[in-house]
């Protein structure tokens, strides 16, 4: 079983403007649509539609928990989830221009966590979570949510024995890293917190590799720098036409983790995340994504060993 952990869920506003968005001008929206927000429930998304069996953990406020469920179940996401009361479930805007590709992410700053929310969590998932699973802790941390709080479950998690992958930045990265964990995907700019400095991308990953099992650098559309254990990987996506590059990355990681699951190789896990990130950008909401295209986009994915 794998576990995704959203500390601080959001529910995706996405804003389709009818033009591109200008300065002292009233930008009218041709529609407005809701999707998934937060890394661990893109990741889970991503797993339930490559048929690998998980669950959503994590907190969610109470006053609009309907409408965060309603999505979940939408998109076929098993969960249970940390009720944080009389507080509401924060907002992403995601603004998306007529025929501009990408998009523009604004996100709420999420409610507070007390100390009895947290170990509601913590509870839940020490009487979860076993030795042969694998656990995604993915994302920002809300407001009373500390770093002594993530290092606490990621202790947790290694004394449970389980495979702990986390998509986090900043200190919390810092955190993880310095804690022992299995797998990180920081970005290129992300990764030069943890580096030692004078030492370049492939030798900061060579170092990382001898404590972490996998590391993998996204450096944009450019593809990502990618070790295990002795194998050392660039890889560069297919060329296609962007629509919405919000939660391409949660789709890698998602992607990634579900095929070791199914036994594939590092290189198949890695060209078929690589893949299903290819096909999500070409969707204009944040999550969606076709596996009968990714497969295709596999064979196009090109990899160099290094």
Known sequence: MIYTITLNPTIDRL??????????KNNRLDRVAYDLGGKGHHGSYAMSKLGVENQALGFCGTTNKRKLEKILEEKGINHDLVEVYGKPTRESYVLLEKDVSGSILITEKGYAVSNYDKSLLFDKIE?????????????????????????KLINLLNKIGCFIACDLSGEALKAAVKAGINFIK????????????GKSLLDTVKELT???????????????LC??????????????????DTGAGDCFVGSFLASLTQQKTFVEA???????SASKVQHDDSTSFSVKDAQNLQKKVILEKL
């Open 127 to 151: 009487e979860k979570v076993e030795a042969e699973d694998t656990v995604l802790i993915a994302g920002s941390m809300p407001p009373g949510f500390e770093i002594e709080d993530l290092e």
């Open 210 to 224: 001898k404590t972490i099992d996998y590391v993998i650098v996204s450096q944009g559309g450019s593809g990502s």
């Open 15 to 24: 804003l389709y403007l009818g033009g591109k968005l200008t300065k002292e």
């Open 186 to 197: 920081p970005n290129r700019f992300e990764i030069l917190e943890i580096a030692e400095q």
């Open 227 to 244: 070790g295990h254990k002795n194998e050392f990987y660039q890889i560069t996506p297919p060329v296609v036409v962007v629509k919405n």
């Open 270 to 276: 890695l060209t078929m995340a690589t893949a299903c």
